[in-house]
């Protein structure tokens, strides 16, 4: 009987903490271009930039992929242990849940956008759309950090700007890099998120009332940046799984995709102000 009841126990666990959100797969760990690399799962994307004073990464992801995000560090042939700064693209749980656990494991400190630290701190409580749906929460974790808008995140040499792209969510960060491959320098830009979650109140929003400015301030952001290589919070972002086969095959690196990252911002756009327009004209009905 007892043993019953520890299954019922483990079994409710696993339901819990795997819900609907899709399984993340392995994905194998490369090199994108001179010094940062893939070290994400097949949709939740994490990346590690190696610097001579130790390595920043971004994106914790779930907590139960966290050993796959460190197995990928270290095939890869660098320390865990040398993970000095973690970085997020926004405080939702599948890019910030495991940012507890890393921060356990490794001396990283925790540098986090201002308007999405109550949010990380309360472990996804105080979100303006999820506050009543527990199946969001995650550990609450310490920020160590408070960034904001434009500033720079430095470790031996390497400089990442954080953009403030809110919206997705309030502090919601896109990030800039250069990285310098074969000689040549590229701008490196990683999308926080410009995804008009279902359900998401872009009219009348009592929680987050300049959510519609705050979107459109996004586009301009992102657009006003020049990207070479285009990458993301979700592989899906910038098809991760083609360009990865294409690696060699080609003369050019696949990931320098500039037309790519237009695309992904104007097919982004066109999807907000559609829901804008339609929730809009819904109201006035
Ligand atoms: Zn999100």
């Not at 666990?13 to 399984?23: G, L």
């Amino acid at each position: 009987m007892k043993k019953l009841v520890c299954m019922f126990f483990v079994l409710l666990f696993v339901s819990q903490t795997s819900f609907a959100y899709p399984k993340q797969h392995p994905f194998p760990p490369f090199h994108i271009a001179g010094n940062l690399y893939y070290v994400g799962a097949d949709d939740l994307a994490s990346y590690l930039v190696v610097t001579p004073k130790g390595n920043i990464l971004i994106n914790s992801n779930l907590a139960i992929d966290v050993p796959m995000i460190k197995a990928s560090v270290e095939k890869l042939g660098f320390k865990w242990s040398d993970t000095k700064i973690l970085l997020i693209s926004h405080a939702h749980f599948d890019h910030a849940a495991g940012s507890q656990l890393i921060k356990q494991q490794t001396p990283a400190k925790y540098m986090v956008m201002d308007s999405d630290v109550a949010l990380v701190e309360s472990g996804g409580k105080t979100d303006f759309h999820y506050a009543n749906d527990p199946s969001m929460f995650f550990s609450s974790t310490k920020v160590d950090k408070v960034l904001h808008d434009g500033d720079q995140v430095k470790l031996g040499g390497t400089v990442l700007t954080a953009h403030l792209t809110p919206g997705h969510t309030k502090g919601c960060t896109t990030w800039t890099m250069q990285v310098n491959d074969h000689g040549k320098p590229y701008q490196v830009v990683i999308v926080g998120s410009l995804n008009v979650n279902p359900g998401y109140k872009l009219v009348d929003n009592k929680t987050y009332p300049h959510i519609a400015k705050d979107y459109q301030h996004a586009f301009k952001v992102v657009k006003a940046l020049h990207g070479d290589i285009f990458l993301g919070a979700h592989a899906m972002y910038f098809d991760l799984n083609k360009k990865y086969q294409l690696l060699g095959q080609t003369r050019s690196n696949p990931f320098v995709d500039p037309a790519g990252y237009k695309r992904h911002i104007a097919q982004k756009e066109h999807e907000f102000t559609n829901e804008l327009q339609r929730q809009k004209h819904h109201i006035e009905q």
